[in-house]
């Protein structure tokens, strides 16, 4: 059996003395793994850097076999950012996430356009939005969609600053009254649009990072990602 997609290196791991075991988010096929031949190689090493956008020939016996790949770098995103710590930090976090949150051979098509429109912000001032924005996709395609819309108490769309931790429904200023300490605070830019400050990305990273470990995260028994906590920590007022 054989298939070729566009992919993007979420992972790399050792493999006897030469090769590494590669995951991948394919654009048809989801998170996949196989093996790559060479992949500790000079060669072959730069091409398996998580981020890199690649085309990927995949082949083996039976469809549930691990299988080998065959990789053709399209970009090297990780070779772009690689001198700046930020940029770094959020491109090993979103392919963390995706490692993680996104269950194997399962075609997630958002998630991978989400991704790779990361990947080509990243070297625009722009990016950290952008990150968040990501965050809040992956979260939407696996079935755990915020709804920032309106106000889930009222449905007014005006002065919306809230995020109800139950519900992941949006509430406005007026609405929240008491109960806004035990509310998410939601940063302007997820309702307008454009860019935030340091502390609208620290807010919008919050409000993903809640969800992302109540939804996804919990239902691995797993831990965030070191490199998302070092994202976080660039934003910390």
Request: proline share 4%; charged share 20%; hydrophobic share 45%.
């Given at each position: 059996?054989?298939?070729?997609?566009?992919?993007?290196?979420?992972?790399?791991?050792?493999?006897?003395?030469?090769?590494?075991?590669?995951?991948?988010?394919?654009?048809?096929?989801?998170?996949?793994?196989?093996?790559?031949?060479?992949?500790?190689?000079?060669?072959?090493?730069?091409?398996?850097?998580?981020?890199?956008?690649?085309?990927?020939?995949?082949?083996?016996?039976?469809?549930?076999q691990?299988?080998?790949?065959?990789?053709?770098?399209?970009?090297?995103?990780?070779?772009?950012?690689?001198?700046?710590?930020?940029?770094?930090?959020?491109?090993?976090?979103?392919?963390?996430?995706?490692?993680?949150?996104?269950?194997?051979?399962?075609?997630?098509?958002?998630?991978?356009?989400?991704?790779?429109?990361?990947?080509?912000?990243?070297?625009?001032?722009?990016?950290?939005?952008?990150?968040?924005?990501?965050?809040?996709?992956?979260?939407?395609?696996?079935?755990?969609?915020?709804?920032?819309?309106?106000?889930?108490?009222?449905?007014?769309?005006?002065?919306?600053?809230?995020?109800?931790?139950?519900?992941?429904?949006?509430?406005?200023?007026?609405?929240?009254?008491?109960?806004?300490?035990?509310?998410?605070?939601?940063?302007?830019?997820?309702?307008?649009?454009?860019?935030g400050?340091?502390?609208?990305?620290?807010?919008?990273l919050?409000?993903?990072?809640?969800?992302?470990?109540?939804?996804?995260?919990?239902?691995?028994?797993?831990?965030?990602?070191?490199?998302?906590?070092?994202?976080?920590?660039?934003?910390?007022?």
């Amino acid at each position: 059996m054989e298939w070729d997609d566009e992919a993007i290196v979420l992972a790399a791991r050792r493999h006897g003395e030469h090769g590494g075991i590669v995951s991948l988010l394919t654009r048809s096929h989801g998170r996949h793994a196989g093996l790559v031949h060479g992949a500790q190689s000079k060669a072959h090493r730069a091409a398996v850097q998580p981020g890199n956008q690649v085309r990927a020939c995949w082949s083996g016996r039976l469809a549930e076999q691990l299988g080998t790949f065959r990789l053709e770098v399209l970009c090297a995103h990780a070779g772009q950012v690689l001198d700046d710590p930020a940029r770094l930090a959020a491109l090993s976090s979103a392919c963390a996430l995706a490692e993680l949150a996104l269950p194997e051979r399962q075609p997630h098509p958002g998630a991978h356009a989400a991704l790779s429109a990361l990947l080509g912000a990243l070297t625009a001032e722009s990016w950290p939005s952008v990150y968040v924005h990501w965050e809040l996709a992956l979260l939407r395609d696996l079935g755990f969609g915020l709804d920032l819309t309106a106000c889930a108490a009222t449905g007014s769309t005006e002065d919306l600053g809230f995020v109800s931790p139950k519900t992941g429904r949006a509430v406005s200023r007026a609405a929240a009254g008491p109960w806004k300490d035990k509310l998410l605070a939601l940063p302007r830019f997820l309702v307008e649009g454009g860019e935030g400050e340091a502390a609208d990305i620290h807010a919008g990273l919050t409000l993903s990072g809640f969800f992302l470990e109540r939804h996804v995260l919990a239902a691995h028994h797993a831990a965030m990602p070191a490199a998302r906590i070092r994202l976080v920590d660039r934003f910390r007022a």
